[in-house]
Nanobody, 119 residues
Framework: QVQLVESGGGLVQTGGSLRLSCAASGRSFSTLSAGWFRQAPGQERQFVASLRRNGASTYYSDSVKGRFTISRDNAKNTVYLQMNSLKPEDTAVYYC????????????WGQGTQVTVSS
């Protein structure tokens, strides 16, 4: 069973940066595809970024492209989301997710970490 634990959320001003971490246990992240999603109050959860199992291919939503970067550290079994140039509309609970195949739905989820961007 894969367990994911996010950390790194917090309060930041517009234009600031945060780095979210997602530590996995029970399985190596190098055998999983990883993703980040977010959910703002009153809205549905939305895709933010993903990383293929090979660790080389990344995908981003249009709203974060060029500002956010997803990466993986196999030695630490951790996936990161570096968020730069943050905007108030980035405020949400951010969730880490993992899946066993690049083409399956994400089946493993973390508990979420709050990111608040003040204007």
């Amino acid at each position: 069973q894969v367990q994911l634990v996010e950390s790194g959320g917090g309060l930041v001003q517009t234009g600031g940066s945060l780095r979210l971490s997602c530590a996995a246990s029970g399985r190596s992240f190098s055998t999983l595809s990883a993703g980040w999603f977010r959910q703002a109050p009153g809205q549905e959860r939305q895709f933010v970024a993903s990383l293929r199992r090979n660790g080389a291919s990344t995908y981003y939503s249009d709203s974060v492209k060029g500002r956010f970067t997803i990466s993986r550290d196999n030695a630490k079994n951790t996936v990161y989301l570096q968020m730069n140039s943050l905007k108030p509309e980035d405020t949400a609970v951010y969730y880490c997710a993992a899946r066993e195949s690049d083409f399956r739905e994400f089946g493993y989820w973390g508990q979420g970490t709050q990111v608040t961007v003040s204007s």
